[in-house]
């Protein structure tokens, strides 16, 4: 089963909820981290690294002496990412490539072939002996942030861990919906304020677009503000978990420790949550 | 005279960037401001907005194959390296959702089968404010393309500062490395980074860093919540030193922004008073000053 852990915006504890579920259930689980272009799961993890690879995507190379300046190659490009350059040929911008081979699918002589490129990395490592945290991360100054939140989920679990856990990207565009695409159950952490809000109406949205159904986890429950308590309520939308605003978390976390370090108390309650996703998933009528 | 542009950024979502942002436009006294932070456009929430101007933003193509021209060769199908095109027992089909706008099909396709139709992701606003013009964006759920949205807004927020000679464009950014964080950027006069003093508000940090110093722009960080673990000041400005940034300053953990927020203003307009105001207006005089100062040698 695949479950993510998704907010609208960021900062609203989303990683450290992930972690900690993952830490109550690290026997049955194990963690993707897919927020690629911030990947933060590690920080809060002692991991022990079994290995990395890299993710390439396809660039073209010019061979000058083939290219007969036609401009095909520009004009078909949809991403700017090619430009013609007088006697040179043409130049390839290539971070703002797309790797469709359009380019050079059109090139009339050859002068174009495709090249790998690094544009990030897929690291595996373990935790507390056998958990898996698999880790995507997007290179310096590339955009390819959906491919390779694709390319971690396509990652092989071990067949006895039941559940993969996602850490999902905040938002609500491309990149979260790559993230949450195919997955089973989805719990949005959502904080009480109204940014929180606005966000998590947004979230729930996108989800309910995609046919994904999810539960609400609210973080930094304050005295006094209850505005997504009561929407979740008058809409009927399930809260599964309620968090408080409080320093000591906000400190805990500030010294690399998660939710779990700061309310030990919450392991149990972290591992009814996971069996609450299994459940809603098993009696989800569209299995 | 070209108008300066200060984008507030963060690498790590939720350290404060909006809120500091909505203090800034309260600060800066005549400014056009850009909600860059499409994915999350939370800005018009603490500026009471009158929009203008709302318009549908076409982010580019999707293919669409017609089912009555299509010979079910399946050439495109082979081609399109995103998964975007699926069989059903109607024959082939493009998934809207997973096409990137290529448009590799449309030129393969031996019967002209396949439609080139403009794609929107959402919807671009010009908003009247107390504190100036504002551009920003809601996107449609899923919607691909916030680069080319940022980028479209920042080119509004210049036009009209352009127009109207007005010297400062504001831009709240949006949060990561990735594409929409570069779009919101390159070019940009000045980058302020807002991060906080946890691991990854740290490991963010040097990230953000290194796009920064890739595209060449000068930047200032602040510490947002600084006092909840103070050992990361020294890590912090080290990292900065490194890639030519300074810290230009520190604010506390601080219950005045949610409530700030609460109250739909910003914290400078609803504490006033607050120590947190004073340190966000010491921190706005130096950027100004810093930017004044590089806008006179720029002119030299
Ligand atoms: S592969 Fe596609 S995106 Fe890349 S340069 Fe060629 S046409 Fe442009
Ligand atoms: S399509 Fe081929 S020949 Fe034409 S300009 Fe491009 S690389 Fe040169
Ligand atoms: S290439 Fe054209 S004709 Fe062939 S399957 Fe695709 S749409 Fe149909
Ligand atoms: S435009 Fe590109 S991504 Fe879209 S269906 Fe055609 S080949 Fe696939």
Redesign the pocket.
């Known amino acids: 089963m695949q479950i993510a852990i998704a907010s609208g915006k960021g900062g609203t504890g989303k990683t450290s909820l992930a972690v900690s579920l993952f830490l109550a259930n690290r026997d049955r689980s194990r963690l993707l981290d897919c927020d690629v272009e911030e990947p933060n799961c590690h920080l809060f993890l002692a991991t022990r690294f079994v290995s990395r690879t890299s993710v390439e995507k396809r660039i073209p190379l010019l061979n000058p002496d083939l290219c007969k300046h036609c401009g095909k190659c520009v004009e078909a490009c949809q991403f700017n990412a090619l430009a013609e350059a007088g006697k040179a040929g043409i130049l390839v911008f290539e971070e703002l490539c797309h790797s469709c081979g359009g380019c050079t699918f059109v090139c009339p002589t050859g002068a174009l072939h495709e090249t790998p490129l690094k544009m990030g990395a897929i690291t595996r490592a373990l935790v507390a002996g056998k958990a898996e945290l698999i880790t995507g991360a997007l290179a310096i100054g590339h955009t390819e942030t959906p491919s390779l939140i694709r390319a971690v989920k396509k990652t092989r679990p071990d067949p006895e861990v039941a559940f993969t856990l996602i850490d999902a990207p905040p938002g609500t565009a491309c990149a979260f919906a790559a993230a949450v695409e195919h997955t089973d159950f989805v719990l949005l952490v959502a904080e009480e304020t109204p940014f929180g809000l606005h966000d998590l109406k947004l979230a729930i949205k996108a989800l309910q677009k995609m046919e994904i159904p999810f539960a609400v986890v609210l973080n930094r429950m304050r005295p006094g503000f209850s505005s997504v308590l009561e929407f979740c309520k008058e809409k009927n939308y399930p809260l599964w978990l309620q968090i408080p605003e409080s320093r000591a978390i906000a400190e805990t976390y500030a010294r690399g420790g998660t939710l779990l370090d700061a309310m030990p108390e919450l392991e149990e309650s972290l591992r009814l949550l996971l069996d609450q996703c299994a459940e809603a998933i098993l009696c989800n009528p569209r299995n | 005279m070209q108008p300066q542009e200060l984008v507030i950024i963060s690498g790590k979502g939720g350290t404060g960037k909006t809120s500091i942002a909505a203090a800034f436009a309260d600060y800066f006294p005549n400014k056009v401001l850009a909600d860059g932070d499409v994915d999350a456009a939370d800005l018009f929430l603490v500026l009471q907005v009158t929009e203008t101007q709302i318009a549908e933003f076409q982010s580019g193509h999707i293919a669409e194959?017609d089912p009555d021209k299509?010979?079910?060769?399946?050439?495109?199908?082979a081609l399109c390296r995103f998964d975007a095109i699926v069989t059903s027992e109607s024959g082939?089909q493009v998934d809207a959702r997973a096409c990137e706008g290529c448009k590799v099909?449309v030129n393969?396709?031996?019967?002209h089968?396949?439609e080139w139709k403009e794609a929107f992701c959402g919807l671009w606003k010009e908003s009247r404010t107390a504190q100036g013009t504002l551009f920003h964006a809601s996107l449609y759920p899923g919607a691909e393309n916030s680069g080319k949205l940022v980028s479209f807004l920042r080119d509004k927020a210049r036009k009209k500062a352009m127009d109207e000679g007005i010297p400062l464009i504001l831009v709240d950014g949006p949060p990561g490395i990735g594409c929409p964080v570069i779009a919101s950027i390159t070019g940009a006069a000045r980058i302020l980074v807002v991060t906080e003093p946890t691991p990854s508000g740290y490991h963010d940090l040097e990230r953000v860093l290194a796009l920064a110093k890739h595209f060449q722009i000068p930047t200032h960080i602040l510490i947002n919540k600084a006092d909840l673990e103070t050992s990361y000041l020294k890590k912090m400005e080290d990292c900065a030193a490194k890639s030519g940034a300074t810290v230009i300053g520190q604010i506390p953990y601080s219950p005045l922004f949610s409530e700030a927020q609460q109250k739909g203003q910003s914290i400078l307009k609803a504490f006033p008073t607050s120590p947190e105001a004073e340190t966000l207006r010491t921190i706005a005089t130096i950027l100004k000053q810093k930017m004044d100062e590089s806008e006179a040698e720029g002119q030299k």
Do not use: L, T, V
């Not at chain 2, 393969?108 to 019967?111: D, L, T, V």
């Open positions: 194959i299509c010979r079910q060769c399946g050439k495109c199908a082939y099909c393969a396709c031996p019967h089968a396949i």
